[in-house]
Nanobody, 120 residues
Framework: QVQLVESGGGLVQPGGSLRLSCAAS????????MAWYRQAPGKQRELVAA???????NYADSVKGRFTISRDNAKMTVYLQMNSLKPEDTAVYYC??????????????WGQGTQVTVSS
């Protein structure tokens, strides 16, 4: 069984920073692309940033220059460093990963979500 567990959300003032972490665990053979999505109230879930197993990254236009995605393959963990946060960044942030397990099955997994609130 594969699990993704997120941490690091919270309340921060505009202009502040937060770092999200997401650790994968379980019967994992290979982790391919890892990503962060977010969903604000009343809106669709959207891609924030993604990183391949080789380290290539892509970002939503709204977060370019402010957010940085990274990963530690040895720890099976992906991070999202969020700087210069704005109220419109308020959302539930979800970790996502494409994983092949030890049985050979390939699936997309989601974390439980972590709330990020940007407010004064």
């Amino acid at each position: 069984q594969v699990q993704l567990v997120e941490s690091g959300g919270g309340l921060v003032q505009p202009g502040g920073s937060l770092r999200l972490s997401c650790a994968a665990s379980g019967s994992i053979s290979v982790i391919y692309t890892m990503a962060w999505y977010r969903q604000a109230p009343g809106k669709q879930r959207e891609l924030v940033a993604a990183i391949t197993s080789g380290g290539s990254t892509n970002y939503a236009d709204s977060v370019k220059g402010r957010f940085t995605i990274s990963r530690d393959n040895a720890k099976m963990t992906v991070y999202l460093q969020m700087n210069s946060l704005k109220p419109e960044d308020t959302a539930v942030y979800y970790c996502n990963a494409n994983i092949r397990d030890l049985s050979g099955w390939y699936n997309t997994y989601w974390g439980q979500g972590t709330q990020v609130t940007v407010s004064s």
